[in-house]
């Protein structure tokens, strides 16, 4: 999702979105992206720093507590910040949607038909990372609650079994991630072919000019 303003942008790019009449204004347009791309960048930043400095607070807050509890507190933490996490996440998802559909809604060369079919892609796209996140956090929770409740593992074991299993879903976080890459690369040089099939050739746009010319000293 690092780069999701930008892919939307480039879809738009693709599809013939941007009208602009010179390289210096195209190049504006480019540049209005690219700041938009940075500042959602920035507000990921910021909040992951809060997200840590929560985890610090509760470390010191909880490290004279009996290891149930403290684990018990982690745990409600763990759960609030996921619950911070998913709503920032669906903020940014809606800027970007909007940001598209503001786009779309001034571009004269695209049906109907390919607007829609943008619009369900990246809204597709999101909701199946957002459903793989919401699994992978389930999972990482119930992991906890049974090494928790698990008497026959030492405090080592315990510790080892949660490296072990975030571990595991690092990887699987890469590999759909990876997916989901090569599902929008596949989708852009679609939308890149398709733009050119559609594209007038040159003589083709001579030739209407010229009946245009034509129609005019007739009348």
């Given at each position: 999702m690092k780069k999701g303003i930008?892919?939307?942008?480039?879809a738009v790019l693709i599809a013939g979105g941007i009208q602009a009449q010179d390289a210096g204004e195209r190049e504006g347009k480019r540049a209005?992206?690219?700041?938009?791309?940075q500042q959602?960048?920035?507000r990921r930043q910021e909040h992951r720093q809060q997200m840590r400095e929560k985890m610090k607070a509760l470390r010191e807050q909880t490290k004279e507590m009996p290891e149930d509890e403290r684990r018990q507190?982690?745990?409600?933490l763990m759960e609030e910040l996921?619950?911070?996490?998913?709503?920032?996440l669906e903020s940014l998802h809606n800027e970007k949607?909007?940001?598209?559909?503001?786009?779309?809604a001034n571009n004269q060369r695209m049906s109907d038909a390919h607007k829609s079919e943008l619009i369900n892609f990246f809204t597709q796209q999101y909701r199946a990372a957002?459903?793989?996140?919401?699994?992978?956090?389930a999972e990482a929770v119930e992991?906890?609650?049974q090494i928790a409740a698990d008497e026959n593992l030492t405090q080592e074991q315990r510790k080892q079994s949660v490296a072990e299993h975030r571990q595991a879903s690092q990887e699987s976080f890469r590999n759909h991630a990876q997916q989901r890459r090569e599902a929008r690369q596949s989708f852009m040089e679609r939308m890149r072919e398709e733009a050119k099939a559609n594209k007038p050739a040159r003589g083709e746009k001579g030739e209407k000019r010229g009946k245009r010319a034509q129609r005019g000293t007739e009348e």
């Open positions: 930008l892919m939307v942008a480039a209005q992206m690219q700041e938009r791309h959602q960048q920035q507190a982690r745990m409600n996921y619950s911070e996490r998913s709503a920032s949607m909007q940001f598209l559909q503001e786009r779309l957002t459903d793989f996140r919401d699994e992978c956090h992991h906890l609650r």
